[in-house]
């Protein structure tokens, strides 16, 4: 299974981005969909999660109210909508795929991971 993930970019602070991760094949089934991130010098950290079938939703306290998660079942893809950004917000965004329902923070309880992309907030 290949995750891509896409729609980083520059943009100022108070802006939107809407990230993408496509997976390569269903493999949603059961799944949580989780998004973590990376700043420059900084341990990746969990960022949010989701159900495949939308009925469990988990969001660091850093980012509550701000980003939203959702999925495209038949697209096999799912985003993070992030609104009001901050300059604490720049990182390397990464989507991954817990195939096993654990509904962790941990990085280490997903199975599957994309390559990450670039979000920088200017001030």
């Known amino acids: 299974v290949q995750l891509q993930a896409s729609g980083g970019g520059l943009v100022q602070a108070g802006g939107s981005l809407r990230l993408s991760c496509a997976a390569s094949r269903r493999t949603f089934s059961s799944s949580i969909l989780g998004w973590f991130r990376q700043a420059p010098g900084k341990e990746r950290e969990f960022v949010a999660a989701i159900s495949w079938t939308g009925d469990y939703t988990d969001y660091a306290d850093s980012v509550k109210g701000r980003f939203t998660l959702s999925r495209d079942n038949a697209k096999n893809t799912f985003y993070l909508q992030m609104n009001s950004l901050n300059a604490e917000d720049t990182a390397v965004y990464y989507c991954?795929?817990?195939?096993?329902?654990?509904?962790?923070?941990?990085?280490?309880?997903?199975?599957?991971w994309g390559q990450g992309t670039l979000v920088t907030v200017s001030s």
């Open positions: 991954a795929v817990d195939r096993r329902y654990r509904r962790s923070r941990l990085l280490r309880e997903y199975d599957f």
